[in-house]
């Protein structure tokens, strides 16, 4: 005999014959599922990363409108050149402003206005619309006003009672009126620093006497770039005590509150629909396999080597992943352009291209997910015995369950970590649901073998006994596949909940009759008839507070300076301080009683104030305010919640105290939008007073939100569809056992309507007890959700717990009716044939 | 890596001592006291007990006994399916008992190939795709054009784009016989090819099947506990508790 060479195919051949088995098995519709699996995993993963990376884009954009720069420090010195030549050496665009309180005058009215000089390089990315005597309409400038030039607010304007055109006088200079300012997207700032704004270019302030010592100014210097210049520049920025880089919640709590929110959402939300994915794709690759074992015995009887039989089905998995991806990418492309078309009116007008990184991110996650999860399934194949020909019961020994979770476990993690770019979320996340996965299966086997145990010797009518026998036979299989309906239904609760609550919490944040216009330096003469003409103007006005500035002198006696505590942020100026014999609505009591505010010389302080103070119950403190010095007695620490849109204060005081001062008053009221020409009316009616409208900016928020909410609304639909193929998947898996029993039942003279029977027993009760478990497991995880990280109270799911039971075995029992049907249409002879 | 070229060659290689060079008289398969003990239960079980067999190529052999009586566990060892416990055993000239699991596919790429009671057709592949699965392995150039000759010849030709599915028990037999002599081995096991099929068909199917052993001068080896069809092999054995007994050469008795 001679000697032959070992059958090992070279690497063309392989991935020819790879190529024409794939070929061949797509055709006759083995792939379909496993297929379809990974499509949507990588079209739901895509689409939701290019259109949150896209939104998320845009609400950068936003955010960088709001600090109208990519980075911003704040100075309250000029900025050296050494500063600025750092800024630009690193090949940054920097632009500088200075503001600060002046009086401005017209003729012989006068009053103080918030001046904000701006150089050459504003307004970079914040957003200024100004309407000149050209353009009647609020046009988008890329320039401050030139020198010589001031734009004001109107409300300016009405208080001096000046127009486009006319001079007006600040510090030595006079300037002409050439804009009026619309919006100004940068203009941020606590609410009782707002005077009106007047715009002025930087030279023209350069040298004057309103910069002297005594003048409260404040410098910024703005700069845009590439993310590393800018890292690379807070590296390097010496930052003295005198500068702070801002950020977005500098700019804008609120703002920055429910962009987090939404951030987090969607970034759980896409984690959730990778796991239903990657659950779906297990389960498909775990029947691909079951079903290739005889092929790959039968390739070993041709001689094809161990190590050849693993490359060929690599091959093909690598082939499929390829071809999901294509054709996912492609999906993903249409289905988020359809998205952005859908809502073209209420997104932004340019929407940024999503970055390289999420479309490497959608795609990718279709390779991870098949070989994370599919391969450890198709890894035994290359170890099927070709003996298996002969003896069908030698089937290959399944990877160690451990290094099978493990590969899975740890290439979600990967998918997660790369997704949500939150490790601790990640963590939390798998650590959790693996746990919980763990416990849930072995509280499922021990309860079906318990359960099986016990009515051994009891009489259940047939088809129950069929369904029981069904399930209970094989406790780790039925374990299994009630978990994945578990775990489906589980991720479909929390991610309803949370959109239901994160769409609430929103909508509470911003309520349609939110005060939106704040009105202060109300004067006691003035106090009676502005809030009538509120009344009759129908708008709804909050409390109405007394309002003194006043500074905290003494601690126990020890002065401020003494204990190395003026430098504090909120004390190193006038405070606002008020009284009022009741417990603002945004405020809560943390420690002390409010009730002693009724006895006199009381003083409650915000909470976080009086840590920084070292400031504890019952200390004294002395203030002067409006030349008087008075000390009062710590009685209760308040939380605030600074986000609300009502007046907020970090001391109040008890009626009494406010007797002796000359107090100004605040308020807020909300203005409906067809009301406008009402708050025209009362602005031209009480000039001394200030009206800070904040319309335009709520509105914008409100705005935001709407987009957010439906990204959320889209990605809950994505993660539904998810949902749905797992569900299909493990009902296909167990397809062909069933054909093969339906059909075997009903040769031994079982009626189809026996077996429809005792399917729908055997899928209602898997219904019903994945539900129960789901919102067991919901329950637990939306409290940890909300309370560890979205820090929204929690209330549970509520009646959730009544219909989902019912609904989850209604659903799966008719999906099962559906996709079983030919189990008691086919004729019997017919399923044997096909399957023998 | 190992260089696998050296490694795995070395003991194909070696021609077996029993092997003899006189190609006309040579042997295709060699057992030699052959045992197969198994662990069942924790209870050793004896399968095979001390086989010794020659079998020489180009005749053919049947194998007989009752369900269990270890016939189907021998035909495995001696495909190099499964190794035996003790004894030795030579496949082609290849001392099967010596090599490992890839080395023995190497030997059954080389020139062995099978016909299943159940036909093992592929569910997914046409009839022309089942047959020319064997021959892409083997890398085998005009795949397509072999196997479209091998169906014409069990006189399927008609019929090559058809699923299993939608062939009768016959029709996939017969594929799976066309699938069988893809390639021209050296040697056929055969297990119960006949068991799934009725009478008549059967017969249809023993008749291509020897019709084409002759055509192509395989050696056959079957298994089967069909009288009738162990009646036309030149010699049975018949297998009892695990032990060949009963050896009748049917040219000493014709």
């Not at chain 1, 707002?194 to 700069?223: I, T």
Request: aromatic share 6%; with cysteine; net charge negative.
């Amino acid at each position: 005999m001679t000697t032959l060479p070992m059958t090992r195919l070279p690497l063309l051949a392989q991935w020819r014959l790879a190529l024409r088995l794939l070929w061949r098995e797509a055709r006759s519709g083995e792939l379909t599922l496993i297929l379809l699996a990974l499509l949507i995993a990588v079209t739901s993963t895509t689409a939701i990363a290019l259109f949150s990376a896209r939104l998320e884009l845009s609400l950068d954009d936003n955010s960088s409108a709001w600090l109208g720069a990519d980075l911003r420090v704040r100075s309250t010195a000029p900025f050296t050149d050494e500063q600025r030549q750092l800024a630009t050496g690193l090949g940054l665009e920097t632009a500088q402003l200075m503001t600060f309180p002046s009086v401005v005058l017209h003729g012989d009215n006068m009053t103080l206005a918030a001046i904000k000089a701006v150089d050459n390089g504003y307004p970079m990315q914040a957003r200024l619309k100004v309407i000149t005597a050209s353009h009647p309409e609020p046009v988008l400038q890329n320039h401050g006003p030139a020198a010589g030039e001031a734009w004001l607010e109107p409300r300016l304007l009405a208080l001096l009672g000046a127009s486009l055109g006319d001079e007006l006088e600040l510090g030595d200079k006079s300037y002409r009126v050439t804009g009026e300012i619309m919006e100004e997207s940068d203009r941020g700032g606590g609410l009782y620093s707002l005077s009106p704004r007047m715009m002025v270019h930087w030279d023209d302030v350069q040298g004057s006497a309103l910069l002297g010592p005594g003048s409260r100014l404040r410098y910024r210097l703005l700069m845009q770039g590439e993310p590393d210049a800018l890292a690379q520049l807070q590296d390097q920025w010496p930052l003295s005590d005198k500068e702070k880089f801002e950020t977005l919640e500098d700019g804008n709590q609120r703002m920055a509150r429910s962009l987090a929110k939404a951030r987090q959402y969607l970034a759980l939300a896409s984690l959730l629909a990778v796991v239903l994915a990657s659950i779906a794709v297990a389960i498909s690759a775990q029947r691909y396999a079951l079903r290739h074992f005889d092929i790959s015995a039968l390739m070993r009887t041709f001689g094809l080597h161990r190590a050849d039989v693993l490359r060929l089905y690599l091959w093909q998995l690598v082939t499929l992943g390829v071809a999901a991806a294509a054709a996912g990418a492609l999906l993903a492309l249409l289905l988020q352009a359809g998205i952005i078309q859908l809502l073209a009116d209420v997104l932004p007008a340019e929407m940024p291209a999503a970055p390289a990184l999420a479309w490497l991110l959608g795609l990718s996650s279709g390779l991870v997910t098949l070989l994370g999860f599919g391969l450890p399934h198709l890894l035994p194949l290359a170890t099927v015995s070709p003996l298996r020909v002969l003896r069908r019961d030698l089937t290959p020994v399944p990877l160690a369950g451990w290094l099978m979770t493990g590969l899975a476990l740890l290439s979600l993690t990967l998918l997660l970590w790369v997704f949500t770019r939150d490790l601790l979320l990640t963590l939390l996340v798998m650590g959790g649901g693996s746990l919980l996965v763990l416990v849930l299966l072995g509280v499922l086997q021990l309860g079906i073998s318990g359960l099986r145990k016990r009515l051994e010797n009891t009489s259940l009518a047939l088809h129950w006994r069929f369904a029981w026998q069904h399930l209970s036979r094989n406790s780790r299989q039925t374990a299994g596949q009630i978990l994945a309906f578990s775990l489906t239904l589980q991720v479909m609760i929390v991610i309803a909940m949370l959109r239901n609550d994160l769409l609430a919490d929103w909508q509470n944040s911003l309520p349609a009759n939110a005060p939106n216009v704040f009105a202060m330096n109300i004067q006691s003469y003035d106090k009676e008839g502005f809030q009538s003409g509120l009344v009759e103007r129908g708008f709804d006005a909050q409390t109405i507070y007394p309002m003194v500035p006043g500074r905290l002198l003494t601690i126990n006696g020890r002065s401020i300076q003494e204990l190395g505590l003026e430098n504090i942020g909120a004390i190193d100026r006038d405070l606002a301080l008020t009284a009022d014999h009741q417990l603002p609505s945004s405020n809560r009591i943390v420690a002390g009683d409010w009730q002693a505010m009724s006895g006199s010389g009381q003083l409650s302080i915000e909470v976080e104030l009086a840590e920084r103070l070292g400031v504890r119950l019952g200390d004294t403190l002395a203030f002067r305010a409006a030349g008087v010095e008075f000390e009062t007695s710590v009685s209760s620490l308040r939380e605030v919640d600074w986000t609300s849109l009502s007046p907020n204060f970090f001391m109040m005081f008890s009626s009494d105290l406010m007797e002796q001062l000359p107090p100004s008053y605040i308020t807020s009221f909300n203005v409906p939008e067809q009301s406008q020409a009402e708050l025209t009316s009362l602005i031209r009616e009480f000039p001394a007073i200030n009206i800070l409208d904040m319309q335009a900016l709520l509105g914008q928020l409100q705005s935001l939100l709407y987009q957010v909410s439906l990204a959320v609304e889209l990605i809950l639909a994505v993660v539904l569809i998810a949902a749905m193929l797992v569900m299909v998947s493990a009902l296909v898996a167990s397809l062909r056992e069933r054909l093969q029993e339906g059909a075997l039942l009903r040769t031994l003279g079982a009626s189809s309507g026996m077996i429809r029977k005792a399917q729908l027993c055997e899928f209602s009760l898997m219904g019903l007890i994945a539900a129960l478990l789901a919102l067991l497991a919901a329950e637990a995880l939306c409290w940890a959700l909300y309370t560890q990280v979205l820090a929204i109270p929690y209330s549970g799911l509520g009646w959730i717990w009544l219909w989902l039971p019912l609904l989850s075995a209604l659903v799966l029992s008719g999906l099962a009716t559906l996709l079983l049907r030919k189990t008691i249409r086919v004729a019997p002879l017919i399923v044997m044939r096909e399957l023998s | 890596m190992r260089n696998n070229r050296d490694i795995s060659l070395d003991p194909l290689e070696k021609p077996a001592s029993s092997s003899a060079t006189d190609g006309h008289h040579s042997l295709a398969l060699e057992l030699t006291r052959v045992g197969k003990t198994v662990q069942a239960g924790g209870q050793p079980l004896t399968l095979l007990t001390a086989v010794s067999l020659q079998v020489e190529a180009g005749t053919s052999l049947a194998i007989v006994g009752t369900s269990g009586s270890g016939k189907s566990t021998l035909l495995g060892i001696m495909a190099g399916l499964d190794l035996p416990s003790a004894g030795e055993l030579s496949l082609l000239g290849h001392r099967l008992d010596q090599l490992d699991e890839d080395q023995r596919a190497a030997v059954r790429a080389q020139g062995v190939s099978f016909v299943f009671q159940n036909f093992q057709l592929l569910p997914g592949l046409t009839a022309l795709e089942n047959v020319m699965l064997p021959l892409e392995i083997r890398q085998q150039t005009k795949p397509q054009r072999e196997a479209k000759s091998l169906l014409d010849s069990v006189g399927l030709g008609h019929r090559i784009s058809h699923y299993p599915s939608q062939l009768s028990g016959g029709e996939q037999q017969r594929v799976a016989l066309a699938r069988a002599f893809a390639g021209q081995p050296d040697i056929l096991f055969a297990d119960e090819p006949t068991g799934n099929l009725d009478r008549a068909t059967g017969k249809q199917i023993e008749d291509l099947l020897f019709q084409m052993n002759a055509d192509y001068g395989t050696t056959l080896v079957l298994v089967t506990h069909d009288p009738q069809l162990a009646q036309r092999c030149q010699r049975q054995v018949r297998m009892t508790d695990g032990q060949l007994q009963d050896v009748t050469v049917a040219e000493a008795s014709a």
